[in-house]
């Protein structure tokens, strides 16, 4: 049985971070070193989302993938939306459904805080993150080019 919890600061973040921490990630998820501090300071930021999947099987609790995002009002309208920040599923752990858990909920978390849409992107290159997301019928699927800014 698959189950997707959401996370929150006084979630047992040791235990969590030790699962991601121990995890096989591929490059395209480009994980960096979780530690429970800098999780729980997220957590307590207004309108974060993280989620955890697990799969449960024989007593046994396997971390299959994590998903971040942010619930966010537009400065106009007052409409509110929800951008995916990262949808995570371990490499040795695919094609068990858990990428489909994750966004499922996503959307559940969005139209419960009364969401008009949700945003995600991913690189054009990621084969497996794109089959997924054109497989939950978005309804556009737009070209977009990101820029980014190290400020030293």
């Given at each position: 049985?698959?189950?997707v919890?959401?996370?929150?600061?006084?979630?047992?973040?040791?235990?969590?971070?030790?699962?991601?921490n121990?995890?096989?990630?591929?490059?395209?998820?480009?994980?960096?070193?979780?530690?429970?501090?800098?999780?729980?300071?997220?957590?307590?930021?207004?309108?974060?989302?993280?989620?955890?999947?697990?799969?449960?099987?024989?007593?046994?609790?396997?971390?299959?993938?994590?998903?971040?995002?942010?619930l966010?009002?537009?400065?106009?309208?007052?409409?509110?939306?929800?951008?995916?920040?990262?949808?995570?599923?371990?490499?040795?752990?695919?094609?068990?459904?858990?990428?489909?858990?994750?966004?499922?909920?996503?959307?559940?978390?969005?139209?419960?805080?009364?969401?008009?849409?949700?945003?995600?992107?991913?690189?054009?290159?990621?084969?497996?993150?794109?089959?997924?997301?054109?497989?939950?019928?978005?309804?556009?699927?737009?070209?977009?080019?990101?820029?980014?800014?190290?400020?030293?």
């Amino acid at each position: 049985m698959i189950i997707v919890e959401r996370i929150d600061s006084g979630a047992d973040l040791d235990t969590l971070v030790e699962e991601i921490n121990t995890a096989s990630w591929d490059e395209a998820n480009d994980l960096a070193v979780y530690d429970a501090g800098a999780l729980r300071a997220y957590l307590e930021l207004d309108g974060t989302v993280f989620l955890a999947c697990h799969e449960l099987s024989d007593g046994a609790r396997t971390l299959l993938g994590i998903a971040s995002g942010r619930l966010e009002m537009k400065p106009y309208g007052g409409e509110r939306w929800l951008y995916v920040d990262e949808v995570d599923v371990r490499i040795d752990q695919r094609r068990k459904g858990a990428g489909s858990a994750l966004m499922n909920r996503m959307f559940a978390t969005a139209r419960a805080a009364g969401c008009t849409e949700v945003w995600l992107g991913t690189e054009v290159d990621n084969v497996a993150a794109n089959a997924l997301y054109r497989s939950l019928d978005p309804d556009e699927i737009a070209q977009v080019v990101g820029y980014t800014w190290a400020l030293d």
